[in-house]
């Protein structure tokens, strides 16, 4: 699917769910974390992820509990609207084009004063 189009439905959505059983489908849900709407995910799915339970997404582990968070980001509008704001404040701290740019100059960094202090001591 194309990137813009699925970014528009995850928009329209108003919740994004992430009813996987495996670590292979985060992208999708730090899309949705960075346009800032409230994501609901099983365990699996964070795994490897900075996301708290509670608060950056809700996490459920059964279909029952599954239903039963997105009927309350549904209906509590404070909820909802917390954890997308928590959320799109993870994705820019520590997802965004930003921060990975941020890291890897933090790398090249080191990598250059590692090699400028063994230029010099031999």
């Not at 980001?73 to 404070?78: E, I, N, Y």
Request: net charge neutral.
């Amino acid at each position: 699917m194309d990137l813009v189009i699925s970014m528009n439905i995850i928009r329209r959505a108003g919740v994004f769910i992430a009813p996987w059983r495996s670590a292979e489908m985060q992208i999708p849900l730090v899309q949705a974390m960075g346009l800032g709407i409230p994501v609901i995910a099983t365990p699996e799915v964070c795994v490897g992820l900075s996301v708290l339970p509670g608060k950056h997404l809700l996490v459920a582990e059964t279909p029952t509990s599954l239903a039963e968070a997105v009927i309350a980001v549904q209906k509590d509008r404070a909820l909802a609207e917390r954890l997308a704001e928590e959320a799109r404040r993870l994705f820019e701290e520590r997802y965004s084009l930003s921060a990975a740019l941020a890291s890897f100059t933090t790398i090249y960094e080191h990598a250059m004063r590692r090699e400028v202090r063994c230029a010099l001591c031999s």
